[in-house]
């Protein structure tokens, strides 16, 4: 997977081709307006105002034909610089350049980018020629409020990616390709996994088979947990004002927050699990010998998000966080971060998951507590790092409103990354909750805090699993892992019967597959479905006591044993191995 942005070369090529987008649309639509036409990861968009005119693919095909004549009459590229008020009379007949340039300082110069008869304002640079943004591809449309404020105009956007080269083009066009294959939306479905229904926009429904993929990963959670030594709570789903008033949220989070009352009283239903498990540490007494407390909670919260954001498993509207909270005092914080880091770093390779750690510092706005301990808590995670062997990504102003903290950004099957895993260290909320631990001497201490996740939302997790995975996943987690395949089942069914009795007697997930349909139907039918293992029941299976298997993607077909087959996914599934 490509990112344009972090490519200054690409950057230049895909802002001066947002521009040849622009001129081939002021050439079919005169009175067509430009808001702004940024580089993005995935290449640029440009948002535009054609009326009340909407794109649709036939005009996508029309601009897309007109850029590249624009193309082979190789324009040349030239840069302007003018004064303020110089700017304002050039676009004076242009509202959405005109604010542009009044919120720019009034001794700035304003510098634009002109093609021929088509000229637009931009920092640059550029390339020089249009004929050097020839590999270009239009790759979708879609509607964009103006600034993105829902109370102003739908403006049209269109997205489109370039490069140097054409075959780098034609790599990444089947790259999105082999995308729309693993989309968890569609493998979502076929695999009927999850449903979305239209009664809950962003509240997804686990079907049978999401739910065996979904057990398996909150079972291998809380197995991996407590050989890290955590116990587990559950804390209710909803809890009145007060609290969030305590814990900060209800200031500076509200926004996202679904409430009601109950008894005269408002209260919110929790879109984190934080504040709940502060009052399970404050409802009993602790030694400094108790500390570090590494508790864990599954915890379902929820959160407002817009509906246009929504998106399959990826965005939602309610989902299961991973949540642990470890208390400590301040002497363990360093070792318990080391600690952490080491365990994320297991967790991730068993996915096959490779990560790289962003570390997020103090917000410059919504923020609580002190600048000081702010920093000495940014130290403190800097300092884990190092000593974990741990390189980072400095992200400055990113951290949560009560403390800074790191970023495991996992990398999937096509070198996409996924904000996943968070530790996050908190010196604030143990104030606000008045927490404590009888120290050594006898007095009352305040612990520190670590807030973190792993899969960070198991939906989420899930729908980035589908898509790394292609829908087949690792026999340990697989909903079905075994297809039985009778090839008559006038002669076979009675075998069939009597093999998948013993896979289930030895704990497999097993389907049988005995419709009054082709084999070869099935087959096919099987592969779609990613089944790991299909055993295909003949005469000579039958005859001679054994299976033939095939592997899903392997057109080869094995036979063996029966015991030797069941014993190699046993040890399959014990070494928990990821499919080659």
């Known amino acids: ?51 009340d005119k909407v794109v649709n693919d036939e005009i996508l095909e029309a601009i897309s034909k007109e850029m590249k004549k624009i193309v082979k009459e190789d324009k040349l590229i030239k840069r302007l610089e003018l004064s303020k008020e110089a700017a304002l009379e050039m676009f004076k007949n242009d509202p959405y350049k005109i604010d542009i340039i009044e919120n720019l300082a009034d001794d700035e110069i304003i510098s634009a980018y002109k093609q021929e008869e088509f000229v637009d304002l931009c920092r640059g640079p550029h390339v020089k020629s249009t004929k050097l943004l020839k590999n270009f591809k239009l790759l979708k449309h879609s509607g964009a409020y103006y600034k993105g404020d829902s109370n102003n105009k739908m403006l049209q956007r269109i997205y489109g ?41 962003g509240f997804p429904f686990f079907l049978p088979n999401g739910m065996i993929l979904r057990k398996q990963l909150e079972d ?53 699990n934080c504040p709940g498990g502060m009052l399970v540490y404050k409802n009993s007494l602790h030694s400094y010998k108790d500390l570090p407390i590494r508790s864990g909670e599954l915890g379902l919260v929820h959160r407002h998000e817009a509906s246009g954001a929504l998106s399959g498993l990826f965005r939602v509207r309610n989902f299961t966080q991973d949540d642990a909270h470890i208390f400590m005092r301040e002497d363990q914080m360093e070792s318990e971060i080391v600690r952490l880091v080491g365990f994320i770093d297991r967790m991730y390779k068993l996915f096959g998951l490779s990560y790289h750690v962003e570390l997020s510092t103090r917000p410059e706005d919504k923020f609580i507590g002190e600048i000081e301990t702010w920093n000495r808590a940014e130290q403190i995670l800097q300092d884990a790092l190092k000593k974990a062997g ?14 800074p903290k790191l970023d495991f950004k996992v990398k999937d099957s096509l070198g996409r990354e996924w904000q996943c895993g968070t530790i996050q260290l908190d010196m604030q909320l143990p104030e606000r909750f008045d927490l404590t631990y009888i120290d050594a001497d006898g007095s009352k201490k305040r612990p520190v805090m670590l807030h973190r996740v792993i899969y960070g939302s198991i939906e989420r997790f899930i729908g980035i699993l589908i898509e790394h995975f292609a829908g087949c996943f690792p026999l340990w987690m697989a909903p079905v892992q075994v297809n039985v395949i009778p090839v008559k089942n006038e002669y076979h069914l009675e075998y069939a019967e009597k093999v998948v009795k013993l896979l289930e007697e030895k704990g497999l997930r097993v389907k049988l597959d005995a419709r009054e349909e082709k084999l070869g139907y099935r087959m096919r039918e099987a592969q779609t479905k990613k089944y790991n293992y299909n055993l295909i029941l003949g005469n000579a299976e039958r005859d001679e006591n054994k299976i033939s298997f095939r592997k899903h993607g392997s057109e080869e077909t094995v036979s063996m044993e029966i015991n030797e087959f069941v014993e190699m996914l046993e040890k399959e599934i014990a070494n928990k191995e990821i499919n080659k």
């Open 390 to 403: 741990k390189d980072f990504v400095l992200n400055p102003g990113d951290g949560a409103f009560y403390g």
């Open 220 to 272: 291998f959670w809380y197995e991996e947990h407590r050989k890290e030594g955590y116990e587990f709570i559950k804390t209710p789903i909803m809890l009145n004002q007060e609290l969030w008033e305590i814990s900060g949220h209800w200031f500076n989070y509200k926004e996202n927050m679904y409430t009601s009352e109950i008894d005269d009283k408002a209260f919110a239903i929790k879109p984190m």
């Open 161 to 201: 990616i370039c490069f140097e080269k054409e075959e780098e083009l034609q790599a990444h066009l089947d790259w999105i390709e082999e995308a729309k294959k693993r989309d968890h939306r569609r493998l979502g479905k076929d695999l009927e996994l999850f449903m979305i229904s239209e009664y809950g926009p």
């Open 1 to 51: 997977m490509v990112n344009v942005k972090e490519n200054e070369q690409l950057s230049i090529l895909n802002h001066s081709c947002a521009h040849l987008l622009a001129h081939a649309v002021k050439r079919i639509y005169p009175d067509a307006l430009f808001w702004v036409g940024p580089v993005i990861e995935e290449g640029f968009y440009y948002d535009i105002d054609l009326g």
